[in-house]
């Protein structure tokens, strides 16, 4: 009867503890970030799905594999609706506004034809890479024809060379920026007239030795079967309020897949953690396929691979990752494109032809308005924040560096040495070190020397003593 | 003589290693026991290296530290150094007995000691600017532990120069050949095991 009544018991707690179990899964996916060693711990989940679109809902019929999504800064949203060859314009009621198909280019009627890459400029105007067209299309914001970019002409390019535009971005000077389908040299770069005026930001060659090791060993039979060692293409670019590119590369191997471009095409991206913005730690490394910069330095990358955003402060710290592959609303099949406006992100998916909102926990809200006020130097408002983001996640150790900052400021160096600990930011660590050493010393040394000369002085005396004790007995024995 | 005297002797060698070696092997003054004493000492002092060394220059994770593993990074070497050293001087006409080159190699092993034992409270008041002076009396007690183990290598074996230092490098071959030789070993007792078991669930299971 006892045992039964114990069972009884049992089997109730493991039930009720199945149900908690189940409540606390209720997000589609994990939040995780990683630590200073490379281990990755969890954490809340920073942004939840909260809308989802399709083109049925938009009231434009299903969009076709959708390849690029633009959310311009007066709120509208851009989406480039491939297999159909369309722009579909939403407004923040995420309506349908106007739908692009057509327009009249010399007369004639002319149509996209699958089109990958899209961008909106400040002023409306609407840029296409019109891939199989091989052009880049300008259209006014309604829509009409403006002009046409053809391949590029130079003398530097060779005859062989397949122009297929797949990205286009446009700086404030209006100077375009091509990303091209097997293109090593790096973005095709055209000035405000269309004009070809050069290759920017190549990728650098990855030198391996052992490579080299083998290529110096084999045949050349077998030499012309390896694969051959050429830089990188890009695959995705945006640009930031600073005229500054950051470009994705696909590769698995490389350690910058992402690169901040100066104007003058070199990378310039802050790498402060201990590990580059490359996605995921593990074996299988996160491929990027889509960047998107928002204010303050704050880049989010989309990874193919797992189907997650990356999101990193400007100085490269991972601030959280969202989203995942999966059937469940907020998770992905085929993510493509990633951007944001407000405080909300959205991701395109190319399989499933719908759009994602994620709309920030309370969480990643904490997270993003600390990291504002941190790059902006407010320390100490940052600190009252990140303690509010250290009660929800005690793993985050950027918030740990942020509040041992402020406090070194403050002057309590031993708290600051604490949080700097914890934190694992050793450079910091060490500053509080010092000044708290000199504090310190400031405080104890006159005690500490004054230990030590008694110490010293009563040792010289007592060993005078005793060498003189030692000579009378001496003395006494000679005697 | 007492443990005292012993230790007290052990830091002779120390600082005087070409008079200590010497009477080590032919006053007898040499004691296992002390040789022991400093290779359990090393391992403690590497043990709280790892553990307590300041947080400017230990870049440990915490959770894989783990005491176990100082067998694998210091008795395991020390016993295999000892072991190849033998095998190789008794080919190459060495004087030194088994019990001599355990004894030398221990008291060489001495200053990791002397110099860990400061150097980790050092570590805890230095900045990260400061802290090449750690590496700096790391790498001397180093340096130091190797000029002993030449001394006390020459001395017990009767060498060279020259002969002493091509048997310790070949003694690190060696030690090569002995990892390489046990894990072959290892491995194929594995295969055999797996092979026998195979075979006996290939009988029992053809009833």
């Given at each position: 009867?006892?045992?039964?009544?114990?069972?009884?018991?049992?089997?109730?707690?493991?039930?009720?503890?199945?149900?908690?179990?189940?409540?606390?899964y209720?997000?589609?996916?994990e939040g995780?970030?990683?630590?200073?060693?490379?281990?990755?711990?969890?954490?809340?989940?920073?942004?939840?799905?909260?809308?989802?679109?399709?083109?049925?809902?938009?009231?434009?019929?299903?969009?076709?594999?959708?390849?690029?999504?633009?959310?311009?800064?007066?709120?509208?949203?851009?989406?480039?609706?491939?297999?159909?060859?369309?722009?579909?314009?939403?407004n923040?009621?995420?309506?349908t506004?106007?739908?692009?198909?057509?327009?009249?280019?010399?007369?004639?009627?002319?149509?996209?034809?699958?089109?990958?890459?899209?961008?909106?400029?400040?002023?409306?105007?609407?840029?296409?890479?019109?891939?199989?067209?091989?052009?880049?299309?300008?259209?006014?914001p309604?829509?009409?024809?403006?002009?046409?970019?053809?391949?590029?002409?130079?003398?530097?390019?060779?005859?062989?060379?397949?122009?297929?535009?797949?990205?286009?971005?446009?700086?404030?000077?209006?100077?375009?920026?091509?990303?091209?389908?097997?293109?090593?040299?790096?973005?095709?770069?055209?000035?405000?007239?269309?004009?070809?005026?050069?290759?920017?930001?190549?990728?650098?060659?990855?030198?391996?030795?052992?490579?080299?090791?083998?290529?110096?060993?084999?045949?050349?039979?077998?030499?012309?079967?390896?694969?051959?060692f050429?830089?990188?293409?890009?695959?995705?670019?945006?640009?930031?309020?600073?005229?500054?590119?950051?470009?994705?590369?696909?590769?698995?191997?490389?350690?910058?897949?992402?690169?901040?471009?100066?104007?003058?095409?070199?990378?310039?991206?802050?790498?402060?953690?201990?590990?580059?913005?490359?996605?995921?730690?593990?074996?299988?490394?996160?491929?990027?396929?889509?960047?998107?910069?928002?204010?303050?330095?704050?880049?989010?990358?989309?990874d193919?691979?797992?189907?997650?955003?990356?999101?990193?402060?400007?100085?490269?710290?991972?601030?959280?990752?969202?989203?995942?592959?999966?059937?469940?609303?907020?998770t992905?099949?085929?993510p493509?494109?990633i951007?944001?406006?407000?405080?909300?992100?959205?991701?395109?998916?190319?399989?499933?032809?719908?759009?994602?909102?994620?709309?920030?926990?309370?969480?990643?809200?904490?997270?993003?308005?600390?990291?504002?006020?941190?790059?902006?130097?407010?320390?100490s408002?940052?600190?009252?924040?990140?303690?509010?983001?250290?009660?929800?996640?005690?793993?985050?150790?950027?918030?740990?560096?942020?509040?041992?900052?402020?406090?070194?400021?403050?002057?309590?160096?031993?708290?600051?040495?604490?949080?700097?600990?914890?934190?694992?930011?050793?450079?910091?660590?060490?500053?509080?070190?010092?000044?708290?050493?000199?504090?310190?010393?400031?405080?104890?040394?006159?005690?500490?020397?004054?230990?030590?000369?008694?110490?010293?002085?009563?040792?010289?005396?007592?060993?005078?003593?005793?060498?003189?004790?030692?000579?009378?007995?001496?003395?006494?024995?000679?005697? | 003589?007492?443990?005292?005297?012993?230790?007290?002797?052990?830091?002779?060698?120390?600082?005087?290693?070409?008079?200590g070696?010497?009477?080590?092997?032919?006053?007898?003054?040499?004691?296992?026991?002390?040789?022991?004493?400093?290779?359990?000492?090393?391992?403690?002092?590497?043990?709280?290296?790892?553990?307590?060394?300041?947080?400017?220059?230990?870049?440990?994770?915490?959770?894989?530290?783990?005491?176990?593993?100082?067998?694998?990074?210091i008795?395991?070497?020390?016993?295999?150094?000892?072991?190849?050293?033998?095998?190789?001087t008794?080919?190459?006409?060495?004087?030194?007995?088994?019990?001599?080159?355990?004894?030398?190699?221990?008291?060489?092993?001495?200053?990791?000691?002397?110099?860990?034992?400061?150097?980790?409270?050092?570590?805890?008041?230095?900045?990260?600017?400061?802290?090449?002076?750690?590496?700096?009396?790391?790498?001397?007690?180093?340096?130091?532990?190797?000029?002993?183990?030449?001394?006390?290598?020459?001395?017990?074996?009767?060498?060279?120069v020259?002969?002493?230092i091509?048997?310790?490098?070949?003694?690190?071959?060696?030690?090569?050949?002995?990892?390489?030789?046990?894990?072959?070993?290892?491995?194929?007792?594995?295969?055999?095991?797996?092979?026998?078991?195979?075979?006996?669930?290939?009988?029992?299971?053809?009833?």
């Open positions: 009867m006892k045992v039964r009544s114990w069972l009884i018991v049992l089997a109730a707690s493991l039930l009720i503890s199945g149900f908690g179990h189940n409540v606390s209720g997000a589609p996916y995780y970030t990683y630590n200073y060693w490379g281990n990755s711990v969890k954490s809340p989940i920073a942004f939840l799905p909260s809308r989802v679109i399709t083109g049925n809902d938009a009231g434009t019929g299903a969009w076709q594999s959708p390849l690029d999504l633009y959310a311009a800064h007066n709120g509208l949203l851009y989406v480039l609706d491939s297999g159909n060859g369309r722009i579909i314009v939403l923040d009621k995420w309506e506004m106007r739908v692009i198909q057509h327009f009249e280019h010399e007369g004639k009627e002319d149509s996209f034809l699958n089109p990958e890459g899209l961008f909106v400029t400040e002023s409306g105007q609407i840029y296409v890479a019109d891939t199989e067209n091989r052009r880049v299309v300008e259209l006014n309604d829509g009409t024809f403006v002009r046409a970019i053809g391949a590029p002409e130079s003398d530097v390019i060779s005859d062989t060379f397949e122009y297929f535009p797949r990205k286009v971005i446009v700086d404030k000077a209006g100077r375009i920026y091509v990303v091209g389908r097997g293109v090593y040299e790096g973005l095709i770069e055209f000035d405000s007239d269309g004009r070809f005026t050069g290759f920017m930001g190549t990728n650098r060659v990855q030198f391996d030795p052992v490579d080299l090791f083998w290529k110096s060993v084999s045949t050349k039979e077998q030499r012309e079967k390896m694969i051959r050429i830089p990188l293409e890009f695959n995705n670019a945006d640009i930031d309020e600073g005229g500054f590119i950051y470009t994705t590369t696909a590769d698995k191997n490389t350690a910058s897949a992402v690169k901040k471009l100066n104007p003058s095409g070199i990378d310039v991206l802050r790498v402060n953690g201990e590990f580059a913005p490359v996605g995921d730690l593990s074996i299988n490394r996160s491929s990027f396929i889509d960047i998107q910069v928002s204010s303050n330095g704050v880049y989010r990358a989309l193919s691979t797992r189907g997650r955003v990356f999101t990193y402060n400007e100085d490269g710290n991972l601030l959280y990752v969202i989203g995942q592959l999966g059937n469940q609303k907020g992905f099949k085929n493509v494109a951007e944001s406006y407000g405080d909300a992100i959205y991701v395109l998916d190319r399989d499933l032809g719908q759009i994602t909102q994620f709309k920030p926990t309370t969480f990643g809200g904490l997270v993003n308005e600390a990291n504002r006020l941190y790059s902006s130097g407010k320390h408002e940052a600190a009252t924040l990140w303690q509010e983001v250290l009660r929800l996640d005690a793993n985050y150790e950027m918030a740990y560096v942020g509040i041992g900052k402020s406090m070194l400021r403050e002057g309590k160096y031993k708290e600051a040495m604490t949080h700097l600990k914890l934190g694992n930011d050793r450079e910091y660590y060490s500053r509080a070190l010092a000044k708290y050493r000199r504090e310190y010393m400031r405080e104890y040394f006159g005690i500490y020397m004054t230990v030590a000369i008694g110490v010293l002085v009563s040792l010289i005396l007592w060993r005078r003593i005793a060498r003189s004790r030692n000579e009378r007995g001496a003395r006494d024995v000679a005697n | 003589m007492s443990l005292i005297k012993e230790i007290k002797y052990s830091l002779h060698v120390t600082v005087r290693p070409f008079d070696y010497w009477d080590l092997k032919y006053e007898n003054k040499g004691r296992l026991r002390v040789a022991l004493l400093v290779l359990l000492g090393v391992t403690v002092t590497m043990i709280l290296k790892r553990q307590y060394a300041g947080y400017v220059v230990n870049d440990n994770y915490p959770l894989s530290l783990n005491s176990i593993n100082e067998l694998k990074y008795i395991l070497p020390f016993l295999l150094w000892c072991i190849s050293n033998w095998s190789l008794t080919l190459m006409d060495g004087e030194g007995k088994f019990r001599d080159i355990l004894i030398a190699t221990g008291y060489a092993m001495l200053p990791l000691i002397l110099i860990n034992i400061p150097n980790i409270l050092l570590s805890n008041v230095i900045t990260l600017r400061e802290s090449s002076f750690y590496y700096l009396f790391d790498s001397i007690g180093v340096i130091w532990f190797v000029w002993l183990l030449f001394i006390g290598t020459k001395t017990v074996h009767q060498y060279s020259i002969k002493t091509s048997t310790m490098l070949l003694t690190l071959v060696v030690m090569g050949i002995v990892i390489f030789l046990g894990l072959l070993f290892f491995s194929l007792i594995q295969q055999i095991i797996s092979f026998v078991y195979t075979l006996y669930q290939e009988v029992a299971l053809r009833k």
